[in-house]
């Protein structure tokens, strides 16, 4: 009686060893690193890793390794003062080519990265994370408003009839539209008055000629700027979705700025790359009627209405100034590869509107070629005449706005196009991915700049984690020491039992790299008190069976069997509240939701198998007159 066939102990080691192999990892503790990739116009190569080995021995920083990735080079350092110091040293040698971002990576050995071991995450209030502190350029999304108003303009004139000789957008000033005469412009004055409600006209002479000179109202720029921070929240946090963080944080700071929290992310440069970069496309017409003027161009004489740009090889291409559509009529990207030879593609689909576009462009342009253009706003370290890093009265690189602008690919029109297309001419893969996570992310409604970039060590996180966990084992120790002064030899079968528990928890949370902030902790400390519940019911039930006058052997059976139910009925209760707190939470009520979850989940395997395991072993197959309960 009260035996355990074998298979069910292998069970219970198995369980125990992978819960305390996977649990090993959250006593090693962290590194500080620093995490260099490349942008899209750089590779990672030995040259790279030789450079900054080269300028961190010049400067007599020391570091633990040096690591080759997949997307980059990590490098460990005994502390944080020799990791800034190696970020300020690499960051000048390599230039705006790189990202180079602060990181705390885990200390776990080889053989347990082996077996994909890895501590939890923690949150802000406990391990620190990722701050960002971003600005959104407001000047920025008002001249891109300009932008596209410059072609609605032409396009309802158009429509209306009404003849002009040129409409542009002016630095500062607004928006410049010529008229040939009088009349022209009375009729350019009441289609604008009646169609285009945000800006206000004024009517002046051009060169001679009459002109009206709008501008945005107040309450057009007060939408614009309220719209480009709302907007711009939206997209970050589905990039950060994209980066599969756990509890981030975005939220307005002030008129114009967001923050940025990623607790307990790993790779701080791709989170640096994805999150501050403001790409999109611009889908232009190349001007084939001038394709062949390419050195005049070159040389500063660009025909009216044209622009200049580069493609990815650095070949001079006329492109006609007027935007077809842009990043903003995508609603929809995913990275593929090219049935016919193998590259990699990135699917495109259009909203309505740019589908509309799109059908009537290239309907119209069939033989003709359109070009997909990459425009990205980022902020690059300043150079001197003589190509020299300028630096500030801390020795900081001094940084200015700098865009973008490449052609990607411009093929032939061979066919009218609508809803779908794709876009070729990409480099790599990741290439392809990174592309289409941000423009299914969505276009930022205007540039962003990270002015604040910090990898924070816990704000308030020492304290609190040693107040977690003082709070953790202090209660631990009073269940531990009630138990076996209660229940004596019983006591000390929950208090294993329990220990475990804990154990399986946090192995639990680092085999699903989940991360645990401070309410967590409160689930971990409910938790305890309530694994050492099921026992509590389980010892009552054999001291009851024994004081009826059955035999111990029987008193265990029929304890384990008879509270099996009730402790499974109270389990169930407690694990639909949390799981109803995980659905309608958010944060860090979403993190008490999971420990607690677990915690109920193992504290049933531990309660009611490992501590009867532990019982049978002791008390099972031999004949016994009292029981030490």
Do not use: C
């Not at 990722?130 to 004139?157: P, W, Y």
């Not at 903003?328 to 590259?343: F, K, T």
């Not at 099921?534 to 029987?554: C, D, K, S």
Request: aromatic letters at 6%.
């Amino acid at each position: 009686m009260n035996k355990y066939p074998l298979w069910k102990y292998l069970i219970i080691l198995a369980v125990l060893i992978a819960g305390f192999l996977y649990a090993l990892p959250n006593l090693f503790g962290e590194d500080p690193a620093l995490q260099v990739s490349a942008s899209r116009a750089a590779i990672i190569d030995d040259s790279t890793e030789r450079q900054i080995i080269s300028v961190l021995n010049e400067k007599g920083i020391s570091f633990h390794s040096l690591q080759r990735q997949e997307n980059g080079i990590q490098l460990r350092f005994k502390d944080t003062d020799d990791q800034l110091k190696a970020k300020v040293a690499v960051e000048n040698e390599l230039g705006d080519k790189y990202t180079i971002a602060l990181n705390l990576v885990p200390a776990t050995p080889a053989w347990l990265d082996e077996i994909d071991a890895r501590p939890m995450y923690l949150g802000l209030d406990l391990r620190g994370g990722v701050h960002f502190l971003m600005e959104v350029d407001i000047e920025g999304a008002t001249q891109n408003t300009e932008k596209r108003l410059v072609s609605d303009l032409r396009t309802g004139m158009r429509e209306k009839k009404i003849r002009y000789l040129s409409v542009s957008s002016t630095k500062s000033k607004g928006i410049l539209v010529v008229f040939p005469d009088q009349d022209r412009r009375a009729q350019g004055l009441i289609t604008i008055e009646d169609d285009f409600t945000s800006v206000s006209a004024k009517e002046i002479e051009s060169d001679g000629k009459p002109a009206l000179l709008l501008n945005l109202t107040e309450a057009a720029k007060r939408d614009i700027k309220d719209y480009s921070v709302k907007q711009n929240m939206t997209a970050l946090r589905n990039r950060i979705n994209e980066l599969g963080v756990a509890e981030p944080i975005v939220q307005q700071q002030g008129e114009n700025r967001i923050v940025v929290q990623l607790p307990g992310i790993q790779d701080t440069a791709r989170a640096k790359e994805i999150i501050g970069r403001t790409a999109t496309l611009e889908i232009m017409l190349v001007d084939e009627k001038n394709s062949g003027n390419i050195q005049a161009a070159l040389e500063g004489r660009v025909p009216v209405g044209s622009r200049l740009y580069r493609d990815r090889r650095n070949a001079p291409i006329l492109l006609k100034k007027g935007i077809v559509y842009s990043g903003n009529n995508i609603i929809d990207a995913s990275a593929g590869i090219d049935s016919r030879n193998g590259s990699p593609v990135v699917h495109i689909t259009l909203d309505a509107r740019g589908a509309s576009i799109n059908q009537r462009v290239t309907g119209d342009n069939i033989g003709k070629r359109m070009a997909v253009v990459y425009v990205e706003q980022k902020s690059v370290i300043k150079k001197d005449e003589q190509g020299n890093v300028v630096t500030d009265e801390n020795g900081r690189p001094v940084r200015v706005k700098s865009r973008i602008e490449e052609v990607i690919t411009a093929p032939v029109i061979r066919d009218q196009l609508g809803k779908r297309f794709q876009i070729e001419g990409l480099d790599s893969i990741k290439e392809a991915r990174d592309l289409s996570l941000l423009l299914r992310a969505g276009a930022l409604a205007a540039p962003i700049e990270i002015v604040e970039e910090r990898t924070i060590g816990p704000s308030l996180g020492k304290e609190n984690i040693r107040t977690g966990f003082l709070s953790v084992m202090y209660g631990l120790a009073a269940v531990l020491i009630f138990m076996v002064i209660y229940y004596r030899v019983f006591g000390i079968v929950a208090d294993v039992a329990l220990v475990t528990n804990l154990v399986l928890m946090v192995s639990v949370l680092s085999l699903f790299q989940a991360t645990l902030t401070l309410p967590g902790v409160a689930g971990i400390l409910l938790t305890v008190g309530m694994a050492v519940d099921a026992n509590v019911l389980i010892f009552e039930r054999i001291r009851e069976e024994i004081r009826n006058g059955v035999t111990p052997q029987a008193a265990i059976h029929a304890g384990y069997d008879k509270a099996f139910s009730t402790i499974i009925d109270a389990n169930i209760t407690t694990l639909i509240a949390a799981i109803v707190l995980f659905n309608f939470g958010t944060g860090p009520i979403k993190g008490f939701a999971i420990t607690l979850s677990i915690g109920i989940l193992t504290s049933m395997f531990t309660s009611i198998m490992v501590s009867r395991g532990i019982v049978n072993k002791i008390y099972g197959g031999r004949q016994i007159k009292k029981l030490a309960i």
